[in-house]
């Protein structure tokens, strides 16, 4: 089995921080492009930012300059360093990574629970 598990989500104030991690476990070969996707209430799920194997980013228009994904491979995490929060990222934020399984041809997407991050106002 693989699982992804999100961490670091929470309650903060405008303008603060928060970092969340997302861990990557199971029978895993290897990993390819990881992400962070985020969801609010009533809206469809929205790619906030993409990280390749070798580091490469990309960016929504509206977390750029605020937000910075990196990942570790040695421990098969990812994370999300989140600055000057704003009410409207407020959301679920869900992880995703294309995985290659053991004993499985093709790389596929696998995603995370969940982590809620509420910015107030």
């Known amino acids: 089995q693989v699982q992804l598990v999100e961490s670091g989500g929470g309650l903060v104030q405008a303008g603060g921080s928060l970092r969340l991690s997302c861990v990557v476990s199971?029978?895993?070969?290897?990993?390819?492009?990881m992400a962070w996707y985020r969801q609010a209430p009533g809206k469809q799920r929205d790619l906030v930012a993409v990280?390749?194997?070798?580091?490469?980013?990309n960016y929504a228009d509206s977390v750029k300059g605020r937000f910075t994904i990196s990942r570790d491979n040695a421990k098969s995490t990812v994370y999300l360093q989140m600055t000057g929060l704003k009410p409207e990222d407020t959301a679920v934020y869900y992880c995703s990574a294309e995985i290659l399984k053991e004993g499985v041809l093709a790389f596929r997407s696998y995603w995370g629970q969940g982590t809620q991050v509420t910015v107030s106002s």
């Open positions: 990280i390749s194997r070798g580091g490469n980013t």
């Open positions: 199971g029978s895993i070969v290897s990993i390819n492009a």
